[in-house]
């Protein structure tokens, strides 16, 4: 899940002209409340978790 929303993260940034930026907004998944490609059946403490990890690797505190 985290995986996903660091992709979500870089083609909510991208070209809204690429075929990466409408493929995933005609899918839906660069809708605020979208965890991932499908609804997973995650907690809410799962889903929040996702969220702080993509942020900490977004910013480069984790995977150096």
Do not use: H
């Amino acid at each position: 899940m985290a995986q996903f929303l660091l992709q979500k993260a870089a083609y909510s940034k991208a070209n809204p002209e690429s075929c990466d930026y409408r493929y995933w907004k005609d899918r839906g998944w660069l809708e605020k409340r979208t965890y991932y490609y499908c609804d997973p059946k995650a907690g809410a403490v799962k889903k929040g978790l996702a969220v702080v990890v993509s942020k900490l690797i977004s910013l480069g505190f984790i995977g150096r």
